[in-house]
């Protein structure tokens, strides 16, 4: 079964078109649709044309908001069949014969702890870590489809003024990862750290940053 992963497309929906990208059975999309949310109507417009498109093609999206997406949840768009919308909840999907079940829960929360001013201004941020643990308190599942990646996992932020490179991923996540043991972790947020890395014996990561990836997994 063939997943394509994706995210931070940042309503550039013309250099993402769904018809220019890989096909596949099922897509994951993990935050950063839009680069401003419900702040910009007409990006809003374009991009339920976008998940119209990209579920016409592939069947199912399952999708998470990220920070950018400024209040923005399934409810804010118009209804688009096969599109899941999947924050602080766990889905599950099977590939085409359905013989094979996979459990994903989506977490489109992102820690701010480096920089704790970007929460007055994006959304779904975080620099309360109570907050961040809650959100990692759910059962095992195969695939977790968050904004952030795990902290020290493809995480390193390298600030415009060329000071040192921060790890802003998420601790919670981290933490989740070496206590239930997921397949697959895929997220974005950190653009420049875009690519695949181990984050345990058992468990990948894909940072998916503005890079459409397809994934292979056993059905």
């Known amino acids: 079964m063939k997943l394509l992963a994706l995210a931070d497309i940042h309503s550039d929906f013309e250099r993402f078109s769904v018809n220019d990208l890989p096909a596949a059975d099922v897509m994951l999309f993990a935050g950063d649709l839009t680069d401003n949310g419900i702040r910009d109507p007409v990006a809003l417009s374009l991009a339920t044309t976008w998940l119209d498109a990209a579920a016409a093609r ?21 209804a688009v069949n ?12 099977s590939d085409c014969s359905a013989s094979q079940i996979y459990k994903l829960h989506g977490v489109n929360l992102s820690p701010s702890y480096a920089m704790p001013e970007l929460e007055a201004r994006w959304d779904f941020m975080t620099s309360d870590e109570l907050t ?3 959100a990692y308190g759910f059962e095992p599942v195969d695939i977790v489809l968050s904004h952030a990646p795990p902290y020290g996992v493809l995480d390193g932020y390298s600030p415009e003024d060329g000071g040192e490179v921060l790890h802003i991923g998420s601790r919670a996540l981290l933490s989740y990862i070496h206590r239930c043991a997921p397949a697959l972790v895929i997220c974005g947020h950190v653009h420049g750290a875009h690519g695949i890395a181990e984050a345990s014996a058992n468990t990948l990561v894909y940072n998916v940053a503005e890079t459409p990836t397809l994934i292979e997994i056993p059905s």
């Open 58 to 78: 592939y069947g199912l999206v399952i999708a998470i908001p990220g920070n950018h997406d400024v209040g923005l949840s399934g409810s804010c768009l118009p």
């Open 82 to 93: 096969g599109v899941r919308w999947v924050q602080g909840i766990t889905t599950s999907f």
């Open 132 to 134: 961040e643990t809650v």
